[in-house]
Nanobody, 121 residues
Framework: QVQLVESGGGLVQPGGSLKLSCLVSGSIFGIRAMGWYRQAPGKQRELVAVLDSGGITNYGDSVKGRFTISRDHVKNTVYLRMNSLKPEDTAVYYC???????????????WGQGTQVTVSS
């Protein structure tokens, strides 16, 4: 069983910063890719940032230049550093992982439970 657990959300003023963490635990043979998505009330879940096993990143247009995804391979943790936060960044942020769960290379997608980020004065 694989679990993804996010932490680091909270309330921050516009222009402020937050750093989210996502710890991956369980029966893991490898990690193909990790990502962050977000969902605001009344809106669809959208891509924030993705980091693959080769170090390639992809960011949503609205966060480019402000957010940075990174990963600690030893700790099996992925981070999302968010700078210059705006009220429109308010959402529940979800961690997603494409995890290699067996010796044959089988890949399975997992989601965390989400962490609330609120940007407001």
């Amino acid at each position: 069983q694989v679990q993804l657990v996010e932490s680091g959300g909270g309330l921050v003023q516009p222009g402020g910063s937050l750093k989210l963490s996502c710890l991956v635990s369980g029966s893991i043979f490898g990690i193909r890719a990790m990502g962050w998505y977000r969902q605001a009330p009344g809106k669809q879940r959208e891509l924030v940032a993705v980091l693959d096993s080769g170090g390639i990143t992809n960011y949503g247009d609205s966060v480019k230049g402000r957010f940075t995804i990174s990963r600690d391979h030893v700790k099996n943790t992925v981070y999302l550093r968010m700078n210059s936060l705006k009220p429109e960044d308010t959402a529940v942020y979800y961690c997603n992982g494409i995890i290699i769960t067996g010796p044959t290379g089988r890949e399975t997608g997992y989601w965390g439970q989400g962490t609330q980020v609120t940007v407001s004065s």
